[in-house]
C-alpha cells in the first residue's frame, strides 16, 4: 500500500480496510455497482473487502458482524432488510467503524444514506408513459415490496394513479431472487394473459423489464405493448434499440458511479469530513428514441455524451480522484 499523496490520514498511508455488504449481487445492476465501488476504491488504495449477497437476510447480518471483526474502517452496506441490519449497524457504530447505507432505511442519523432519486426517477419515467400512450390506459406493474428503492418508486407510482383515474392498474407482479427477469416472466406472462387490454407495463428495475420484454415477446404481444422502467446497462441498451422493442424508455443512472460514490462517501467518513446525511445520484431519462438517435451501443458510449453518466458531483473532495469511468 503506497497511499494518497496530499490525502488526510489515513489514506495518506494507503491500505485503509472497508467492507461492501451486498444484500443482491446478480444482474447488471449490481454487478457494475459493485465494479464502480472497486474502481474507487483502488483509486484510494482502499482494501475493498467484497461479501456477495445472496438475497439472505441472516447471511447479510452475519457478513456486518464478520466486517466489524475484521477490523475494517467502514462498512458500505447495500440493500437489505432494515430489520435485520439496523441493531448490528449500530454495533458497527458503537467500535467506530463509519457506516454508509445504499438503497436500505436504517434510519440511524450517523449513517449517511445514499440513493438514486428515486421519486424523480418514477416521476420522469411515468411522465413519459403519460406523453406516450395519454392519460387513459390500462397498466401492468411490476413491484415487491420491502425494497426502499422500489417502495419510493410506488408512492409515485400511487399519487400518479390517484392523480389520473383513467389510468388503471390491472395487474401486479414481480419477483426479487437471483432469476428476476425469468421469475419475473413467468409471472408477466400470467398477467398478461388474464389482462389483453393491457398497454403500458411501469417496471421500474431493469430486471422486471427484461422479464415483462420476455413474456411479451413469447405471447408474440410486443407490438402493442410498451415498457417504462428503471436502471440501465450495456444489455438493457441493446434490448432498448434492438428493432421492435416494447422497452421504450428507462430512467437511470450510472450504477457504477453510484457505488463510485458510496466508497467516497465511507471515505470521507473515515477521514473525519462532513457529509451531508441524504447522499443523491440523480437519474436520467434514456427514450429509445433519443439512444437509436445517437447511435448509443454501450454504457460506455452513454458515459461519453450524459456527464451524469461518466462522474457525480456527490460525495466529493479534492483528494479524491472522480474521473473513473
Ligand atoms: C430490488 S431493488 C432493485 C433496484 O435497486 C437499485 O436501486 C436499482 O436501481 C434497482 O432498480
Do not use: C, M
Not at 455497482?33 to 447471511?59: H, N, T, W
Not at 447505507?101 to 449513517?111: C, G, M, Q, S, T
Amino acid at each position: 500500500a503506497g497511499g494518497v499523496n496530499g490525502a488526510p490520514a489515513p489514506f495518506d498511508k494507503g491500505g485503509v480496510k472497508i467492507a461492501l455488504i451486498s444484500y443482491i449481487s446478480a444482474g447488471d445492476f449490481f454487478q457494475a455497482y459493485q465494479a464502480g465501488a472497486e474502481a474507487q476504491a483502488k483509486s484510494l488504495d482502499i482494501d475493498l473487502r467484497v461479501f456477495p449477497g445472496r438475497q439472505d437476510a441472516a447471511q447479510q447480518r452475519e457478513q456486518v458482524l464478520q466486517a466489524i471483526n475484521l477490523g475494517v474502517s467502514a462498512i458500505v452496506i447495500d440493500h437489505g432488510l432494515p430489520e435485520s441490519l439496523g441493531d448490528v449497524a449500530q454495533q458497527a457504530l458503537d467500535k467506530g467503524i463509519k457506516v454508509v447505507a445504499f438503497d436500505v432505511n436504517l434510519n440511524n442519523p450517523k449513517i449517511p444514506q445514499v440513493e438514486q432519486s428515486d421519486h424523480e426517477l418514477a416521476r420522469l419515467a411515468l411522465e413519459q408513459a403519460a406523453k406516450d400512450n395519454g392519460k387513459s390506459f390500462e397498466a401492468g406493474y411490476a413491484y415487491v415490496a420491502g425494497f426502499a428503492p422500489l417502495d419510493r418508486r410506488n408512492e409515485v407510482w400511487e399519487k400518479f394513479r390517484s392523480e389520473n383515474p383513467d389510468i388503471v392498474e390491472k395487474a401486479r407482479f414481480g419477483v426479487v431472487n437471483d432469476t428476476t427477469a425469468t421469475s419475473t416472466a413467468d409471472q408477466a406472462k400470467a398477467a398478461l394473459s388474464a389482462n389483453p387490454d393491457i398497454t403500458v407495463v411501469f417496471a421500474p428495475y431493469d430486471e422486471f423489464a427484461r422479464g415483462v420484454k420476455l413474456a411479451a415477446n413469447d405471447l408474440g404481444i410486443a407490438k402493442k405493448l410498451k415498457i417504462y422502467s428503471a436502471d440501465v446497462s450495456t444489455a438493457d441498451i441493446q434490448e432498448i434499440t434492438e428493432e421492435g422493442s416494447p422497452w421504450v424508455a428507462t430512467v437511470a443512472t450510472n450504477p457504477a458511479v453510484v457505488g463510485a460514490v458510496s466508497v467516497r462517501a465511507a471515505a470521507l467518513q473515515v477521514a473525519g469530513q462532513d457529509l451531508p446525511h441524504q447522499i443523491t445520484v440523480k437519474p436520467t431519462l434514456l427514450t429509445q428514441e433519443s439512444l437509436r438517435a445517437a447511435g448509443v451501443k454501450t454504457i460506455e458510449e452513454l458515459a461519453q455524451k450524459v456527464p451524469d453518466f461518466s462522474t457525480s458531483d456527490a460525495a466529493t473532495a479534492s483528494w479524491i480522484p472522480d474521473k473513473l469511468f
